[in-house]
């Protein structure tokens, strides 16, 4: 079966009792037994319900997996891998990941005695030297965040496994539309389903993805005993994101591109960072890595300062001003003071997050509606 059709009918069933074409959404927090001691398929909510088995049994279809599990954020399904980790491992982590992993990697891991360092993954020499007998992880993001960097995601696992280390992906950009890290080497894909797999800005959820199913058990363990669980109305609303999913990311990428050819060409704009851009440094590996096309967010610096840009993004008017992204509204935000505004200035521009960036959620309205926004608030940019 075809991507789309999995992800209408894998673990979609009609209800047996009723016919109802949609599961129904089980809120119960616990299951009656067959008899004392004897356990039936689900016992406590917390160690398995059908609604979230229903949206784990579909991801785990469209990432190519042993198996997911649903968690109540991305960052709790993050840490559900970290938990995996012992006092004295050492972690390589991309240095263009979300800051939120950054976070824990940085201030909650290392509380347990677990080291890490972050590594240019788009430069695989350097990568190479990053890591240390003790490296039990690499962990990678593609593209990256805010600066689109690619990763070649095969080649970093091939180092990887090579040392030892398991390999864990951020695919909440890429979707599993456009890439599989699994298919591609990874050991756990991760996702902030928050995003586009839920898709419509009113669920939050995470979710793995595992190739191994010993790793799976292991993994399984750790949900169930530190309980980061997705609740069942978010496992319904993913697993309802999940049927329209390829739809709204194949259309959003198409309007992304559109933009990001048009900015490219604005006197206003200095620079556009977008995958889908011939002269994006990574663009021949998104080529081969992503399926068809090339993500539905991107980033730009316009000719303009800190306070220049600060502007812009106050004046879209279709292009709200907020974080998180891959819902159908599209979004904007200034990294520099927002997303990224806990980095120094000296970090930020270190990393090549300069003042006058701007990153966009493209969403799913109509392209020349979104354009339009855009040219208004770039035409209203009084730039010394
Ligand atoms: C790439 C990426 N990974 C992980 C997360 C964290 O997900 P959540 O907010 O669902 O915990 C985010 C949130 O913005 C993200 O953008």
Known sequence: MQFRTRAIHIGQEADPQTGAVVPPLHLASTFVQPGAGQWGQYDYSRSGN????????????????????AFATGMAAMHCVVASLRSGDHVVAGRDIYGGAYRLLHKVADRAGITVTLADTTDLGKLEEAFTP????????????????????????????????????????????????????????????????????????????VRDKKLLDELYFLQNATGAIMGPLESFLCSRGLKTLELRVREQCRTAQRLAEWLASHSRVARVLYPG??????????????????????????????????????????????????????????????SHASYDAADRARHGIADGLIRLSVGLEAPEDLQADLEQALASLCIA
């Open 134 to 209: 003790n490296t039990r992880m690499l962990w990678l993001e593609s593209p990256g965040n805010p600066l689109m960097s690619i990763t070649d995601i095969a080649a970093c696992a091939e180092i990887a496994h090579r040392r030892g280390a398991l390999v864990g992906v951020d695919s909440t950009f890429a979707t599993p539309v456009l890439t599989r890290p699994l298919e591609l080497g990874a050991d756990v894909v991760m996702h902030s389903a928050t995003k586009y797999i839920g898709g419509h800005s009113d669920a939050m959820g995470g979710a793995l993805v």
């Open 50 to 69: 059908p609604t979230r088995k229903a949206f784990e049994t579909t991801l785990s279809s469209l990432e190519g997996g042993a198996g997911a599990l």
């Open 277 to 338: 851009l011939p002269g994006h440094r990574g663009h021949a590996i998104a080529r081969r890595q992503m399926d068809g096309a090339f993500g539905a967010m991107m980033s730009f610096e316009i000719r303009g300062d800190f306070a220049a840009a600060k502007r812009l993004v106050e004046s879209t008017r279709l292009f709200q001003l907020a974080v998180s992204l891959g819902a159908v509204e599209s979004l904007i935000e200034q990294p520099a003071s927002m």
